[in-house]
């Protein structure tokens, strides 16, 4: 497990892909500190790590990054930890597109494709 607060490459992504589930890399994003946390297991480690690191859970939402396909479709939203009704988010992925977009763009600013 390891946070991601500077460039990483798609190339990395891909190893750590192929060591853990073969095509994607669980990630949480800290939409706050604009950080992301790759390379676990389950979604809740990487979330916890965070939370760890200062991180506050309400900031918190976790995707799939799947670094073999096309950049139209390589981040998927969905994740057990975005369950959060309380929070207004009432599915496993990401309801509010305004936090969809600033996810996209957190994660663009550092993957190098």
């Not at 939402?61 to 969905?78: A, M, Q, R, T």
């Not at 994740?79 to 663009?108: A, Y």
């Amino acid at each position: 497990m390891k946070i991601v607060d500077k460039k990483i490459t798609i190339a990395e992504l891909k190893e750590m892909a192929e060591k853990m589930f073969g095509d994607f890399v669980k990630s949480v994003v800290d939409v706050e500190k604009e950080i992301i946390a790759v390379d676990a297991s389950l979604h809740a480690d990487e979330e916890k790590l965070l939370i760890e690191e200062g991180s506050k859970q309400k900031n918190l939402w976790g995707v799939n990054l799947y670094p073999n396909s096309k950049e139209s479709d390589w981040i998927e939203f969905d994740s057990m930890i975005n369950l959060r009704p309380s929070f207004g988010n009432k599915t496993r992925g990401v309801d509010d597109i305004n936090i969809q977009e600033k996810i996209i763009r957190i994660i663009n600013k550092l993957v190098e494709r």
